[in-house]
């Protein structure tokens, strides 16, 4: 099972900060991912971190993204600074495959508002 | 705007065959393989289809996916209620060095 926690709502040029719990399995071998859905929108990738922290980022988001991992703790943790209201989004987190589009278990999600 | 395009919508009665499009180009579909998700309005996508026509654990044998050159396509037979939901095609990207999705395509069962 995978579990999203952080605030709900974030102010305009603030930093989104969302932590991600697994639980039933180690993190070791596999990779763990960050996806977004805008409200009524479809769904956008925004990066992966390895067992290991090697992370990989979305270009498009690559200058304000950062992604950690704390194996110890089973979570690993999704940063996005100067965030807007294009922001403002369900953001899932997910096992995931690299070399693939395998995300096989994924977090319920959790909405994030971008708003003053 | 999305990299795979997907039709908005698609629809059939209960017992029909529905089949939803997925285009992309030689760096995804064309190079990799094609994944299917479910999402029911209010969750987390679900992984329904993987690996050249593979289905995880419980899903129905009514669904199916086909690919040719930088194009696939999912197949729901014996249309039911419970398919109602958003279907996403996605892909690993070379270029990119991420998966790709489509846009979603919204099947209602009328």
């Known amino acids: 099972q995978l579990q999203e926690s952080g605030p709900g709502l974030v102010k305009p040029s603030e930093t989104l900060s969302l932590t991600c719990t697994v639980s039933g399995t180690l993190m070791n071998y596999y990779s763990w991912t960050w996806i977004r859905q805008p409200p009524g929108k479809g769904l956008e990738w925004i990066g992966y971190v390895s067992d290991r922290g090697s992370p990989t980022y979305n270009p498009s988001l690559k200058s304000r993204v950062s992604m950690s991992v704390d194996a110890g703790k089973n979570q690993f943790s999704l940063s996005l600074s100067s965030v807007t209201a294009a922001d403002t989004a369900v953001y899932f987190c997910?096992?995931?495959?690299?070399?693939?589009?395998?995300?096989?278990?994924w977090g319920q999600g959790k909405l994030v508002i971008v708003s003053s | 705007q999305s990299v795979l395009t997907q039709p908005p919508s698609a629809s059939g009665t209960p017992g029909q065959r529905v089949s939803i499009s997925c285009s992309g180009s030689?760096?995804?579909?064309?190079?990799?393989?094609v994944y299917w998700y479910q999402q029911v309005t209010g969750t987390a996508p679900k992984l329904l289809i993987y690996?050249?026509?593979q289905r995880t654990s419980g899903v129905s044998d009514r669904f199916s996916e086909s690919k040719s050159g930088t194009s696939a396509s999912l197949d729901i037979s014996g249309l039911r209620s419970e398919d109602e939901a958003d279907y996403y095609c996605a892909a690993w990207d070379d270029n990119l060095r991420g998966p790709v999705f489509g846009g979603g395509t919204k099947v209602t069962v009328l």
């Open positions: 690996t050249s026509n």
């Open positions: 997910a096992r995931f495959l690299p070399g693939t589009a395998n995300q096989d278990h």
């Open positions: 030689h760096s995804n579909i064309g190079s990799n393989y």
